[in-house]
C-alpha cells in the first residue's frame, strides 16, 4: 500500500509564513508528478502547485511569489512554503501524487488526508 501523510498547518496572522510537508511511503516504485491542492468552505478543490520529478514547477496565479514547491526524491517527499500568507488562503491543503508502486506498471494518483491552514489575526 502507499500512503501520503502531510504536516505542517496551523493558525497563522495574515502576512506570515508557513510550511507544509508531505511524505510518501510504503510499496512505492517511483512518483511522476506531485502536487498541493486546497479545499476552502463552500468552494471547490483547486490547484495550488505542482513539481515534476525533474523539478519543473506550476503555480495557481493567486499564490505565485508567495508559494514555492519543492520535492526531495531521496526521501519522496513534497514541500510547500507558503510566505505572505492572506485570510483567502486559508483551506484544507491536500497533497497529491502520481505513483507507481512496485509491480505495476502504472501511475495511480494518491491522495494525503489534507492538513488545515488558518489565516486569521
Known amino acids: 500500500q502507499v500512503q501520503l501523510v502531510e504536516s505542517g498547518g496551523g493558525l497563522v496572522q495574515p502576512g506570515g509564513s508557513l510550511r507544509l510537508s508531505c511524505a510518501a511511503s510504503?510499496?512505492?516504485?517511483?512518483?511522476?508528478?506531485m502536487g498541493w491542492y486546497r479545499q476552502a468552505p463552500g468552494k471547490q478543490r483547486e490547484l495550488v502547485a505542482t513539481?515534476?520529478?525533474?523539478?519543473?514547477?506550476n503555480y495557481v496565479d493567486s499564490v505565485k511569489g508567495r508559494f514555492t514547491i519543492s520535492r526531495d526524491n531521496a526521501k519522496n517527499t513534497v514541500f510547500l512554503q507558503m510566505n505572505s500568507l492572506k485570510p483567502e488562503d486559508t483551506a484544507v491543503y491536500y497533497c497529491?501524487?502520481?505513483?507507481?508502486?512496485?509491480?505495476?506498471?502504472?501511475?495511480?494518483?494518491?491522495w494525503g488526508q489534507g492538513t488545515q491552514v488558518t489565516v486569521s489575526s
Open positions: 513539481i515534476t520529478n525533474g523539478g519543473s514547477t
Open positions: 510504503g510499496s512505492i516504485f517511483s512518483i511522476a508528478a
Open positions: 497529491n501524487a502520481e505513483i507507481r508502486r512496485r509491480h505495476y506498471t502504472n501511475y495511480v494518483n494518491y
